[in-house]
């Protein structure tokens, strides 16, 4: 009997193509739910954030071998229940990182030119022009922290706007060639020039509150925050208070600590743009995550 794939989350088609081209059976679950046989007879799970991985979840699981996770994080997978289980568990770096640079990038126009007052005044019927004076970022600095993936697509487009990047990422290989037109500085100098800050790094303990009350309050008073990477690299409380004492002047969100829920005081906050973590999804992004999802898959369950 070939080999079953079931999908609990959505995931672009992409992925059900090259299982079915390979020959295995896959069973698209992700809108109504799998049911108990089927979470049973299945060797492959496919998820994304959505479903969790529980302990409980995977012991539905009698013929699970492996589960992909379209995107890069694992914190909806119980990883020491799928060891316990000797379930193997895919992941797929990279993919959305043109993606989220270009959300962060999409952030910088919009806090410049006030999207934010401006979509809503006009909503409201009020003629706000007077209220919406903006400036261009040709030529205003973009502090990148965490030049990886993302960061490097980022500061590339910085630059090709015209803008002056200023770039820190302390693991940085010294021989690596940093992103083009980009200066590599230290922390303190790129939060005290910057106009824009953006952070492009993982959440770790070493990047909790990265941006703090010290860092917020050593960086212009004209400068604008946005954490495109993951909630509580800014800390949001530290945020707030920056804002509503004038040390920074707007910040634009797409991750929150507690995600899916919303934290009133953030995203009501008139100085902040706020967006339900959606960096990661476009079409395309979508499609490459899916691809190599699929790629992993079928090499996996070919050799299973
Ligand atoms: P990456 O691993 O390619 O790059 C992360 C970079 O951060 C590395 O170069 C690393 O050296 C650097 N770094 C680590 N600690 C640092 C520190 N203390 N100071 C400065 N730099 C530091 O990751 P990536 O693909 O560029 O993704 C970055 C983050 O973006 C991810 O970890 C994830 O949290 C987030 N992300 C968000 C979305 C979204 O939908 N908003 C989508 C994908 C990824």
């Known amino acids: 009997m ?28 992700s809108a109504d739910g799998a049911s108990e046989a089927e979470y049973a007879e299945s060797d492959a799970w496919i998820v994304r954030s959505r479903t ?51 959300l962060a990038l999409a952030f910088v126009f919009a806090l410049a030119r006030k999207f934010g007052s401006g979509l ?40 090709a706007l015209g803008m002056k990047v200023l770039g820190f990422d302390p693991y940085l290989p010294a021989d690596a060639t940093p992103p083009a037109g980009t200066q590599i500085v230290s922390m303190d100098e790129l939060l005290s020039k ?52 004038g040390e920074i002047s707007g910040a634009a969100l797409d991750v929150f600590v507690g995600e899916p829920e919303l934290p009133k005081t953030l995203v009501s906050h008139p100085s902040i743009l706020a967006m339900p973590h959606i960096g990661g999804s476009t079409v395309q992004a979508q499609e490459k995550i899916a691809a190599r999802l699929g790629d992993s898959l079928v090499e996996f369950l070919s050799k299973a």
């Open 2 to 29: 070939s080999r079953t794939a079931l999908i609990l989350d959505p995931v672009s088609s992409v992925l059900a193509e090259k299982l079915e081209a390979a020959g295995f059976r896959v069973l698209d679950r």
């Open 52 to 102: 969790k991985v529980t302990a409980d979840l995977m012991a539905k699981g009698k013929t699970l071998r492996v589960i992909g996770r379209a995107g890069a994080g694992t914190d909806n997978i119980d990883k020491d229940a799928a060891a316990e289980r000797s379930v193997d568990v895919l992941t797929v770096p990279g993919g959305n990182e043109v993606a989220v640079a270009e």
């Open 120 to 159: 809503q005044s006009t909503r409201d019927g009020v003629w706000a022009k007077s209220k919406l004076m903006g400036f261009e970022v040709t030529g205003e600095t973009l502090g990148v922290i965490g030049l990886g993936r993302i960061g490097r697509q980022l500061a590339e487009r910085g630059h």
């Open 194 to 245: 910057s106009r824009f800050v953006s952070v492009h790094v993982p959440l770790s303990e070493e990047t909790r509150g990265l941006l703090g009350t010290d860092q917020l309050r050593s960086m212009r008073k004209d400068a604008f925050v946005i954490n495109c990477s993951r909630g509580g690299i800014v800390d949001e409380s530290a945020l707030v208070r920056a804002l509503d004492d």
